[in-house]
């Protein structure tokens, strides 16, 4: 499990984000489903993605598919989580950490 900061996102940006993943030093290569969930300050949820919707997973690293329209709503400090599952059925979580989305001032209105 690593922990991550990503800072440098938008509102209401499409922006891909790739994170490589690792247990114990050892690269991820087993997954058969993985979802993001990411909260905000009062732990309710204002994005979630999934393997095939908005994730994908290769060569032991997740890329994580923002959208203008998944990240409208998004402004200041969210806490998210990324877990994945293997093809025997264990959940493990792969990453968590921060996000911090700047506002766009309304430049998409």
């Given amino acids: ?3 991550v900061t990503i800072s440098d ?3 209401a940006e499409d922006k891909q984000i ?3 993943a690792t247990i114990d ?3 991820i290569i087993d997954v058969a489903s ?3 969930v990411v909260q905000d300050a009062d732990g309710n949820e ?3 993605l999934t393997l095939g919707s908005g994730i994908t997973f290769s060569n032991s690293a997740f890329t994580l ?3 203008d329209t998944n990240t409208a709503d998004l402004v200041g400090k969210y806490q998210f989580e990324l877990w994945f599952t293997d093809s025997a059925g264990v959940d493990t979580l792969a990453i968590y950490g921060s996000m911090k989305f700047a506002p ?3 430049r998409y209105n």
């Fill in 1 to 3: 499990m690593k922990k």
């Fill in 9 to 11: 996102l938008f509102q």
């Fill in 18 to 20: 790739v994170v490589n």
């Fill in 25 to 27: 030093s050892n690269p």
């Fill in 34 to 36: 993985a979802l993001l």
């Fill in 46 to 48: 204002a994005l979630r």
């Fill in 65 to 67: 598919q923002l959208t």
């Fill in 104 to 106: 766009t001032f309304g």
